[in-house]
Nanobody, 110 residues
Framework: VQLVESGGGLVQPGGSLRLSCAAS????????NCWYRQVPGKERELAAQ???????YYSDSVKGRFTISRDNAKNTLFLQMNDLKPEDTGVYYC?????WGRGTQVTVSS
């Protein structure tokens, strides 16, 4: 199983990024899918979650700004991040079942 994230980068405050996570060896639609993030100086935290029924969960820190979604045909998970803030800076990880991606760096800075 491989989960490979992409789409991170440097963005100014207020900007947007769309993260993608492509899976091989695992079907996203059959599992609970998660985006975690680890910001400097803090433990890894759950940012967003999507279950097989399409129900979502967002942490208070991202609610209203981030949207988790999935393309079942492409077996790809997304995280649309809008109105980004400097405190969103960190490494973002895709997770499903017991598997984790290696992460993609998001830096929000002017």
């Amino acid at each position: 199983v491989q989960l490979v994230e992409s789409g991170g980068g440097l963005v100014q405050p207020g900007g947007s990024l769309r993260l993608s996570c492509a899976a091989s060896g695992l079907v996203f639609a059959q599992r609970v899918n998660c985006w975690y993030r680890q910001v400097p100086g803090k433990e890894r935290e759950l940012a967003a979650q999507l279950n097989p029924l399409g129900q979502t969960y967002y942490s208070d820190s991202v609610k209203g700004r981030f949207t988790i979604s999935r393309d079942n045909a492409k077996n790809t998970l997304f995280l649309q991040m809008n109105d980004l803030k400097p405190e969103d800076t960190g490494v973002y990880y895709c997770q499903a079942f017991y598997y984790w991606g290696r992460g993609t760096q998001v830096t929000v800075s002017s």
